[in-house]
């Protein structure tokens, strides 16, 4: 599967944004999906991870109740609403898809990504 992020931009603190991930295929729907993030002379993290039903999804603590990941499996599409950002919400997110039945969020257990695109918040 490829996968082509889109949606990033600059704002400012406590505003929204929405970050799209687009993937080919016919075979959407069998991948968990997942978004992770890196900041700069960081690691990548991960954000959010959601099944293939859409039913399960999982966050890291701190963007809990602000962002929200969602997929659209007829357009092959996974979303993340990004709401009341931060400062330290700044970094280059990525998404990433993966056959795995769990969710998951250790960086080398996801064996598809997209290139990444740039969220930068100002204070």
């Known amino acids: 599967v490829q996968l082509q992020a889109s949606g990033g931009g600059l704002v400012q603190a406590g505003d929204s944004l929405r970050l799209s991930c687009s993937a080919s295929?016919?075979?959407?729907?069998?991948?968990?999906m997942g978004w992770f993030r890196q900041a700069p002379g960081k690691e990548r993290d991960f954000v959010a991870a959601i099944d293939w039903s859409g039913d399960s999804t999982l966050y890291v603590d701190s963007v809990k109740g602000r962002f929200t990941i969602s997929r659209d499996n007829a357009k092959n599409m996974v979303y993340l609403q990004m709401n009341s950002q931060k400062p330290e919400d700044t970094a280059v997110y990525y998404c990433?898809?993966?056959?795995?039945?769990?969710?998951?969020?250790?960086?080398?257990?996801?064996?598809?990504w997209g290139q990444g695109t740039q969220v930068t918040v100002s204070s």
């Open positions: 295929g016919r075979t959407f729907s069998s991948y968990i």
């Open positions: 990433a898809a993966d056959r795995s039945l769990r969710l998951r969020v250790a960086l080398h257990e996801w064996d598809y």
